[in-house]
């Protein structure tokens, strides 16, 4: 039987696990529930709570649909369909793939059809990796909190600068994947034209010009709407100044 990355076959085993996550969001929301009339809450407020929960996260989801369609083009739908309906992200999914399919000589861009084997790589690549995160937790977290919370008792100032550390350390990850290929500059092939590598680094420069219209749009009390969907907008808009910026930079 021929592999095909959006076989019935995958679209069922990733539906199955989707299912048990949404059957497991459904129990604790219904727990929840039963808990708030146990505790006296007012369900009025607990209803509009929900409703405005619920309305909020269609701008998150756009950005996750979008993430899904970039991707289903190399991978098909079932994976990226399970990979960001669980615990996956653009940033993440897209590096992961990416780095899995380089070393077996594709990209996300090429329109080489995966075989089975280049397939589970990629999955096991994308699934395996981010799983860390999820084993570290119980290992190391309650200590790494605690700790955290010593130093912030001893020295505010300096929490602040180790925590921000953190986060830009891991911002710095990504952005090496945004230049990695500024060296095309100065070392053209015949695959790619000198100033290809300078797409990544063009869109991400209108994402953040984005987002800080939005960020400066946000100040205003009529525009504070903005910040659940600054993300998806400088999503989409970065996604769509690439197809110029492809068209002009190769």
Not at 20 to 32: D, G, M, P
Not at 86 to 107: F, P
Not at 215 to 231: N, Q, R, S, T
């Amino acid at each position: 039987m021929e592999f095909s990355i959006n076989h019935p076959v995958l679209f069922v085993l990733a539906g199955i696990l989707i299912a048990v996550v949404l059957a497991q969001s459904v129990f604790f929301l219904v727990k929840a529930l039963k808990r708030s009339k146990a505790l006296g809450m007012d369900q009025k407020k607990i209803r509009k709570t929900i409703k405005t929960a619920a309305i909020f996260t269609v701008a998150p989801a756009v950005a996750i649909v979008i993430s899904v369609i970039t991707l289903s083009k190399k991978l098909g739908l079932p994976l990226p369909w399970l990979r960001l309906s669980v615990i996956g992200s653009m940033s993440y999914e897209t590096v992961a793939a990416n780095n899995a399919l380089s070393a077996m000589g594709q990209s996300l861009g090429s329109g080489v059809a995966l075989t089975a084997q280049q397939y589970v790589n990629v999955l096991m690549v994308m699934t395996i990796s981010i799983m860390m995160g999820i084993w570290l937790v119980p290992a190391i977290g309650k200590k790494l909190q605690s700790g955290m919370t010593s130093l912030g008792k001893r020295d505010a100032k300096w929490a602040d600068i180790f925590s921000n550390s953190l986060f830009i350390g891991m911002i710095a990850a990504f952005l090496g994947f945004v230049f990695c290929d500024i060296s095309r500059l100065w070392t053209p092939s015949e695959e790619y034209t000198a100033t290809s590598g300078l797409v990544p680094v063009a869109v991400m420069l209108v994402s953040a010009m984005v987002m800080v219209v939005c960020g400066l749009l946000m100040k205003k009390p009529k525009f504070k709407w903005l910040g659940e969907y600054a993300l998806p907008l400088s999503l989409i808009m970065g996604m769509a100044s690439a197809i110029p910026f492809t068209a002009w930079l190769g």
